[in-house]
């Protein structure tokens, strides 16, 4: 494939978006599921996430005053671990806000709580109370005890800085030292003392983490909706203690209609040279990395960074499209 061609190309002129709407389970049955079909489609979403600012990557949720971040020794430098759950948390909140967003724009006369009434027969709050049948419950799994679960499908991995600890955050013996906040718990009719001040340590700006997002049987709106959440998110902020905190900027560096031939590690291995080595990598005009079809053989992909912008304008017709299904399938359902 030309690598100037855009992602939706990966796609060949397909939505995929029968998986996106719930069907009933069975003729003389009132309830609806998400379908369990196949649409044959796996794209890979590859790239560098920066930290645009002060970044708290915590596994662990406590009220103690002193918070340290994840570290880990990993291919012979101690790095900072950013999980997978805490990328997919925020990217979910940053993705539901975003279909929120999309129903009040394509169903203009009432609004969002509405038409996810209509359609899915609640407002599905996360995470509690998850309707199960919607695109946000689809792409990220829901579960509602007693009644059943939607696995996710979309696989996110592990990341690690590319920059050691010693380099890259702020601590006890670094040249910045902890940072000092106010604690949440903080008592305001108390003098102020040692036990009203929170100590933290943080990622400096300017820290890179390689990323690798899998989106499983996917359909051009999860692409393109996905890639636009991630937007969101890196505004919003990912990352514990203050939604100030976890800005970031992503690049993308490759789409993909399959399964990378590399892994996270792999991308630290090459950014341990400078970051220019991991981008050339990617290069549009001579890749160096390789995707894997599911049926086989080499992987359609997508290394221009530019070939990617047109899918913000598929974004809103590829949601047309599904929302006029959804109203479809209530109308079958009467
Ligand atoms: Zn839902």
Not at 51 to 56: I, S, V, Y
Request: hydrophobic share 40%; aromatic share 10%.
């Amino acid at each position: 494939m030309s690598n100037n061609e855009s992602a939706i190309t990966l796609f060949n002129g397909k939505s995929g978006l029968e998986v996106l709407v719930p069907r009933q389970i069975a003729e003389n049955k009132k309830e609806r599921a998400l379908p369990a079909s196949y649409n044959g489609m796996m794209i890979c979403i590859v790239g560098i996430k920066t930290t645009a600012g002060r970044f708290l990557p915590v596994s662990h949720e406590g009220d103690s005053n002193e918070t340290y971040i994840d570290k880990v020794e990993l291919l012979g430098t101690r790095r900072v671990e950013f999980i997978a759950r805490k990328q997919k948390g925020i990217e979910r909140r940053a993705h539901m806000r975003l279909f929120r967003d999309l129903t009040e724009q394509t169903i203009v006369d009432q609004p969002w709580q509405d038409s996810f009434r209509a359609w899915f027969g609640r407002e599905c709050e996360i995470p509690n109370d998850l309707c199960t049948l919607c695109w946000n419950d689809s792409l990220f799994g829901s579960l509602v005890a007693g009644k059943g679960a939607t696995f996710s499908r979309v696989r996110y991995f592990d990341s690690y800085s590319l920059e050691s600890v010693d380099d890259c955050v702020a601590m006890l013996g670094s040249e910045e030292g902890m940072a000092i906040g106010n604690t949440v718990g903080e008592n305001l009719s108390e003098k102020r003392g040692d036990a009203s001040l929170h100590y933290y340590e943080y990622v400096k700006a300017g820290t890179h983490f390689p990323f690798i997002t899998i989106i499983e049987n996917a359909t051009l709106l999860d692409l393109a909706g996905l890639l636009q959440a991630t937007k969101m998110a890196d505004v919003h902020g990912y990352g514990k203690y203050s939604t100030n905190h976890g800005k970031f900027a992503t690049e993308v560096l490759a789409v993909a209609a399959g399964m990378p031939h590399f892994s996270v590690l792999d991308m630290l291995a090459w950014g341990g040279s400078g970051l220019g080595e991991l981008r050339s990598h990617f290069d549009p005009a001579k890749p160096q990395v390789k995707f894997d079809a599911i049926t086989g053989g080499e992987a359609p992909s997508v290394y221009q960074p530019s070939a990617f912008d047109a899918l913000a304008g598929t974004l809103s017709s590829q949601f047309k499209l599904y929302a006029s299904e959804l109203s479809k399938e209530i109308t079958r359902k009467k």
